[in-house]
Nanobody, 125 residues
């Protein structure tokens, strides 16, 4: 069992930056793949970024490539999502997710077992 709590969301102007964090508890993250997903109103949950258990490989959605950075610190049981050059279309609730890392398929939401409650990100002028 992993419990995750996201924080760092808020209102930001286009072109601005936010840094989301996800603090986890309940078990070690040393063998877990972690990911960020987002969901806008009336839309399906969308993959944003994933990071393997050891941080050695990351994966990003095309829509956020070169703007967002996912990172982790297993000793602190925390992952982050640094979001730069934010656009209005980035507006969504952002969720932290975790699952055991078995080496493949990091972009499907139904692969993840543990989810946080989400944090709202609104990009608007």
């Amino acid at each position: 069992q992993v419990q995750a709590v996201e924080s760092g969301g808020g209102l930001v102007q286009p072109g601005g930056s936010l840094r989301l964090s996800c603090a986890t508890s309940g078990r070690t993250l040393s063998d877990a793949a972690m990911a960020w997903f987002r969901q806008a109103p009336a839309k399906e949950r969308e993959f944003v970024a994933a990071i393997r258990w050891n941080g050695g490989r990351t994966l990003y959605a095309d829509s956020v490539e070169d703007r967002f950075i996912i990172s982790r610190d297993n000793a602190k049981n925390t992952i982050w999502l640094q979001m730069n050059s934010l656009k209005p279309e980035d507006t969504a609730v952002y969720y932290c997710a975790a699952r055991r890392d078995y080496g493949r398929i990091y972009f499907r939401a139904d692969e993840y077992v543990y989810w946080g409650q989400g944090t709202q990100v609104t990009v608007s002028s």
